[in-house]
């Protein structure tokens, strides 16, 4: 899907929660373009093969604070062309 432009301009693909008491919730030099669509990120499940700027905690807690990944607005086609993913793991998972 990253070739179509068709979600450019769309309210489907881009939103803003402004009344948001913590947006912009990750430091950003534009938050014009700060998407809060993926606010809870679609990706975490993906471990870290999620492709974003994750740690994790002595504990073994993903950690995505440092990572601005889903909220770039720019980004929307390549957090949706990760949904195979997700759906595969979601089917794996359904007797667990
Ligand atoms: S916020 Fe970033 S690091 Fe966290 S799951 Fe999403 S893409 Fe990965």
């Excluded at 979600?7 to 998407?35: I, M, V």
């Excluded at 990706?43 to 999620?50: A, M, S, V």
Aim: charged content about 30%; glycine content about 8%.
């Amino acid at each position: 899907m990253s070739d179509r432009d068709d979600w450019e301009g769309k309210g489907f693909s881009f939103f803003q929660n402004l009344k948001c008491e913590y947006f912009p919730c990750h430091k950003t030099s534009k938050p014009e373009d700060f998407n809060c669509l993926f606010c809870y990120c679609p990706l975490y499940t993906l471990g870290d093969k999620c492709g974003g700027n994750f740690r994790y905690s002595e504990k073994g807690t993903k950690i995505c604070t440092g990572c601005l990944f889903p909220h770039i607005r720019s980004n929307y086609p390549k957090v949706i062309e990760r949904y195979p993913e997700i759906k595969k793991l979601a089917s794996e998972n359904r007797n667990k």
